[in-house]
Each structure stands twice: as C-alpha cells, then as structure tokens.
Nanobody, 126 residues
Framework: QVQLVESGGGLVQAGGSLRLSCAAS????????MGWFRQAPGQEREFVAR????????YYADSVKGRFTISRDNAKNTVYLQMNALKPEDTAVYYC???????????????????WGQGTQVTVSS
C-alpha cells in the first residue's frame, strides 16, 4: 500500500502562483511514476502532469505546459507541482496519484493509477 497526502492548495488571484506537495509513505519502492490530476465541479478528472520516480522524466497536459512544473525529492518521498501564471480555469480539486507500472500511452488515464490522495482545493479568482 502507498499513502498519499497533498497540501498547498488555496485561493490565489489570476496570474499568481501556488506550489502543491504530495508526501508518499508506505511501499514507495513499488511506485513507477507519480501524477497530478484535477477535477472541477461537474467535470471529469483530468490529467495534469506526471513524473517517473526514478529518472525524473516529465509529461504535461497541453493546457498547463509552460506554466506548471512537476518535480520530486526522492529523499523525502515527495512530489511537487509548481503552478505559475494561474488562470481561473485552473480552479479545481487537485489530486496526487501513484502508478506502480509502466503505462505507455495510457498515462493520462486516471484508471492507470492505483493510489490516490484526498485532494486539495485550488481556487483562482479573476
């Protein structure tokens, strides 16, 4: 089992920045990659970013590319999502997720991830 706890959400004005953290515990050695997803009210959960735990390869949704940066600190078992130039449409609950396996082209799908955090709210005001 892997436990994930997110933090760092909040209210920010458009154009501002936030950094989310996701602390992992338990059988973290079994984790292949970590991802961030978000879900706005009435919408499906959507992929934001992903990072391979060992080598640090990163992947982003087109909607956040150039504004968001995913990183990890292996020593702390923590993944971060630095969000800059935030827009009102970034408002959502942000979830951290852990993937134990190579997902190929399916890494944007929530079903590929076995473990999830409880989510943290990000609200961007215009």
């Amino acid at each position: 089992q892997v436990q994930l706890v997110e933090s760092g959400g909040g209210l920010v004005q458009a154009g501002g920045s936030l950094r989310l953290s996701c602390a992992a515990s338990g059988r973290t050695v079994s984790v292949y990659a970590m991802g961030w997803f978000r879900q706005a009210p009435g919408q499906e959960r959507e992929f934001v970013a992903r990072i391979r735990w060992s080598v640090g390869n990163t992947y982003y949704a087109d909607s956040v590319k150039g504004r968001f940066t995913i990183s990890r600190d292996n020593a702390k078992n923590t993944v971060y999502l630095q969000m800059n130039a935030l827009k009102p449409e970034d408002t959502a609950v942000y979830y951290c997720a852990a993937d134990r396996y190579y997902s190929g082209s399916g890494y944007t799908l929530p079903a590929q991830y076995e473990y999830w955090g409880q989510g943290t709210q990000v609200t961007v005001s215009s």
